[in-house]
């Protein structure tokens, strides 16, 4: 079993920052990819960007791309997701996911994750 523990939400104003963290127990959290998820009032739950088990892949959703970095930290067992100029759109709840047996599904695939976090939410006002 593996517990996921998100951090670091809040209230942000537009432009600012914020720093998520995912703090990972009960698996060998080094050798698992991981994700970063939202969900905004209203709307599915989509992926935000993921990482693999060394850090040395990563996935973004395009509109993302150049505001949010994942970074993973395997010696804390924690994962991070680094978010910069924020705008109203951002506002969502966010979760930290760890993949599953399903390896075979892409790093952005919903699929491939099997342990969720409880979520934090982030708002960002405008």
């Known amino acids: 079993q593996v517990q996921l523990v998100e951090s670091g939400g809040g209230l942000v104003q537009a432009g600012g920052s914020l720093r998520l963290s995912c703090a990972a127990s009960g698996r060998t959290f080094s050798s698992s990819a991981m994700g970063w998820f939202r969900q905004p009032p209203g709307k599915e739950r989509d992926i935000v960007a993921a990482?693999?088990?060394?850090?040395?892949?990563?996935y973004y959703t395009d509109s993302l791309k150049g505001r949010f970095t994942i970074s993973r930290d395997n010696a804390k067992n924690t994962v991070y997701l680094q978010m910069n100029s924020l705008k109203s759109e951002d506002t969502a709840v966010y979760y930290c996911a760890a993949e599953g047996f399903a390896t075979y599904f892409s790093l952005s695939a919903s699929a491939r994750y099997a342990y969720w976090g409880q979520g934090t939410q982030v708002t960002v006002s405008s």
């Open positions: 990482i693999n088990w060394s850090g040395g892949t990563t």
